[in-house]
């Protein structure tokens, strides 16, 4: 744990063996002044993870499941954060797996040949962002629930051999810390570019939910616009989509 710490700074580290979820604990703790950014809310074993809206994250032993801590910085926007988050977990993925052919999934998963290999649930609280993610790390797909194995993926399948957990988050928290410093000096124009250019969506039908009583939003996946918004084209009208539930047409 000593050398977890060293290798985290200057995020200081709160671990916790067992915790519903890291984003409510961070949240509790600092509503009660027990948590002053930037640190890492850490647990061993997530058992109420959230995902966006009513969506769960269920993880096991290999995943790593954490929340980092960051004071809020006015120059990103609160829907531009998951996607700076995204493109930085999606890098820190492809350094430790060896294999640069993982995608991000807008507005906040990460896949691999189309199965899902990370999640990310990004909040404002108190002056501070909460960017929790849940990455697979040595989780073996072969362990999760019928209807759940065929549908993810984790780094050390990607990579063939089992990864070094504290390794694998130390080069998160390095790649968060870099990107988000990208991002606030007026480089948020390259972020984008260089999200799109591992856009699993592009050029792909789809559609994204909203409320339960609005339809859809359906068309061909152009990429991201100059704000981070979904671009879809339907019948010659684009459509500029800021947050949503996706589901791929094709």
């Given at each position: 744990m000593a050398e977890l710490r060293e290798r985290l700074k200057p995020y200081r580290l709160h671990w916790f063996p067992t915790l519903r979820s890291t984003n409510d604990h961070a949240a509790v703790l600092r509503k009660h002044k027990k948590l002053f950014a930037p640190a890492v809310v850490l647990t061993g074993r997530q058992t109420?993870?959230?995902?966006?809206?009513?969506?769960?994250w269920w993880s096991r032993a290999g995943s790593l499941t954490v929340t980092f801590v960051i004071p809020t910085d006015d120059?990103?926007?609160?829907?531009?954060?998951?996607?700076i988050a995204g493109l930085a977990t999606r890098?820190?993925?492809?350094?430790?797996?060896g294999n640069d052919a993982i995608q991000l999934?807008?507005?906040?998963?990460?896949?691999?040949e189309g199965r899902k290999l990370a999640g990310l649930l990004c909040e404002r609280v108190l002056n501070a962002d909460l960017v929790g993610?849940?990455?697979?790390?040595?989780?073996?797909?072969?362990?999760?629930?019928?209807?759940?194995?065929?549908l993810i993926a984790s780094l050390a399948q990607i990579q063939g051999t089992p990864l070094d957990m504290t390794s694998a988050l130390?080069?998160?928290a390095s790649h968060l810390r870099l990107t988000l410093k990208r991002a606030a000096s007026n480089s948020f124009a390259?972020?984008?570019?260089?999200?799109?250019?591992?856009?699993?969506?592009?050029g792909k039908r789809v559609s994204v939910s909203h409320a339960p009583n609005e339809p859809p939003t359906s068309g061909r996946c152009e990429g991201l616009d100059s704000i981070g918004r979904l671009l879809l084209r339907?019948?010659?009208?684009?459509?500029?989509?800021?947050?949503?539930?996706?589901?791929?047409?094709?």
């Open positions: 109420a993870g959230r995902g966006r809206g009513s969506n769960t120059r990103i926007e609160p829907h531009q954060l998951p996607l890098n820190a993925a492809a350094e430790l797996s999934k807008w507005p906040n998963d990460l896949q691999f993610i849940g990455l697979n790390v040595n989780l073996n797909p072969d362990d999760a629930p019928k209807d759940l194995g065929r130390a080069t998160l390259a972020i984008l570019r260089e999200y799109d250019s591992h856009h699993a969506l592009i339907e019948r010659g009208k684009l459509h500029h989509v800021i947050s949503g539930q996706v589901k791929i047409r094709q």
